[in-house]
């Protein structure tokens, strides 16, 4: 897909147009930016070769990629929907290498413009939407909320020793696991110091399954904390997902302080469908710490506090039953948020915006119809005058 501007192809009777882009790295700001850019400007391309859609839909951040769904939609008279999946500028300011005010006012304003001109908003929890209300002047009867979600068909809970666990040597382990993306939000410094505090309980090791921009950083803390205990792993595929689940003991979601409702880490879904504890080191009113209140599915700790963290893994650790309880109640969470539960959920707004946009478009030409034979009936008085 690299300097192609789109291409169409067919999946499932779905005909797909994919947008191109740059193959630079997103390690760096240059790269990130030229990655957006370039999405952006394909995309905008995309979308005027499009049959004429109903609804048009911006699923992805940061909100400059919402303008092209947006200039479609006005393009072919669509309805369009803004679903953020987290929300700038203030997730841009977790670069670390570029900061910029002009920037920030940029994707602030874009974000405004695109809240305003949006027929539906979707946020991923109850502390998104309010912060979208709040903080970027999104309509509160235009905006909803339709979770994340995990598919409970394809992850279940299962035994610890499965191949994934044998095949690493975690049968006999009792594993502290963060699956999924290695990132600049979640600040992971604290779960690798914590690890450093859990040193001398030989059973308990922290496992980083997945890839991020941050993955290299933390094993070099680790190494150079001398820690035994801490270990990474590539991405599972799809079909291995259960077993790398299962192998978890409890697991880790993470988020830094002040990004609450910005974020919604959605690997939480995967971690309930699974039927595993969880201990959340995110701020009281994350999205996350509320269905752990309300499932009483995890633990929660002070976000940046390894102490706090280290204390919450050792209850777990030693207390086997608190973890069970929370295990089958998360497994009963998970189907509040069943990936068909989410998508019936998204099909019911995309029906209701195109029969309202069906409806439009017939009082429109009934409108039209009844002007012009207006003008024909004025026009016949006119000529037998």
Sequence with gaps: MQGVLFEREEHNGIDVIRAGGTGFSKRCFSGRFSIFWSDCLCACYGGLHLDQPDVLVALRDPPIIGLAAYLASRRYGARFVMSFRDVFPEVARLLEDFQSEMVNRVLNRTNRFLVHKADRIVALGETMRRKLIEGKGADASKTMVIPDWADCSRILPGPKRNPFSIAHGLEDKFVVMHSGNIGLSQGLESAVEAAALLKDYHEIELVFVGEGVKKRALADQARAAGLGNVRFLPYQPQDRLSESFAAADVFLVSLKPGLA?????????????????????????CEVAAIARKHESGLLAEPGDPGDLAQKILLLYNDRAVARHLAANARRAALEFDRPVQVRA?????????????SSHARKTSTEKAQREQSVSIDSRMNQE
């Excluded at 995967?270 to 504890?277: D, F, T, V």
């Excluded at 707004?349 to 309202?356: I, Y």
């Design 261 to 285: 409702g910005y974020i919604v880490p959605s690997k939480l879904y995967g971690i309930l469908a699974a039927g595993r504890p969880y201990v959340a080191a995110v701020e009281k009113e």
């Design 346 to 358: 998204y099909y019911e707004l995309f029906h209701e915006l195109a029969n309202r946009g069906a």
